[in-house]
């Protein structure tokens, strides 16, 4: 079965507090799991960074519905393409909320962050952000396993 990536990085049009993105990821926990997506949300610096992967039609489809939402603003996709294994196998949406985190949670967010130029579409090079997220995820199972929904 053909799989995809896409990463994107959003702004935010609120300040989350944690029950409101506990309910955001519940929800969106729900759906991917029917839609057999799964990835990894991480919110602060007034930015979502989301990695969705699945098939393409549900991941277009989820995708697409995210775009349209009035709660961020200027979505710019970083990767969009093939992969041949999933990077959060089981996770149906892994959140990170990195305001809450520690410094390093915030040093590795930025790190993504200024990794890309905003408005410059689809980066060639996805080693530093797939290696990042790889990163976060040993971390945040590491630290906070309560925020990471195990739907294997
Ligand atoms: P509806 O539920 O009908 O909502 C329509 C619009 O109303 C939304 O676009 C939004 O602008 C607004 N809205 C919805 N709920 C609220 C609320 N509680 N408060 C204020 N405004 C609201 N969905 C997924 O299925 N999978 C994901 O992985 C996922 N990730 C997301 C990540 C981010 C950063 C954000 C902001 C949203 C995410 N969503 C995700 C939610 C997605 O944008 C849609 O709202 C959701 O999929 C429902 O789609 P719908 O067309 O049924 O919208």
């Given at each position: 079965?053909?799989?995809s990536q ?77 992969i041949v ?68």
């Open positions: 079965m053909a799989l896409l990463l994107y990085v959003s702004q935010t049009r609120l300040d989350w507090s944690p029950d409101e993105l506990a309910v955001l990821v519940a929800r969106a926990q729900a759906r991917n799991a029917q839609d057999g997506l799964t990835g990894l949300l991480l919110y602060g610096r007034g930015h979502f960074l989301q990695l969705l992967e699945g098939r393409r039609q549900p991941l277009l489809n989820t995708f697409n519905r995210i775009v349209l939402d009035i709660r961020h603003r200027d979505v710019d996709v970083l990767l969009d393409g093939p294994r999933r990077t959060f196998d089981g996770w149906a949406m892994g959140l990170l909320d990195v305001t809450r985190g520690g410094d390093l949670d915030r040093e590795r967010f930025d790190r993504i962050i200024r990794a890309f130029t905003p408005g410059t579409g689809p980066v060639a090079d996805n080693a530093l952000a797939v290696r990042l997220l790889q990163e976060f995820r040993a971390h945040a199972a590491e630290d906070s396993p309560s925020t990471l929904p195990d739907l294997t």
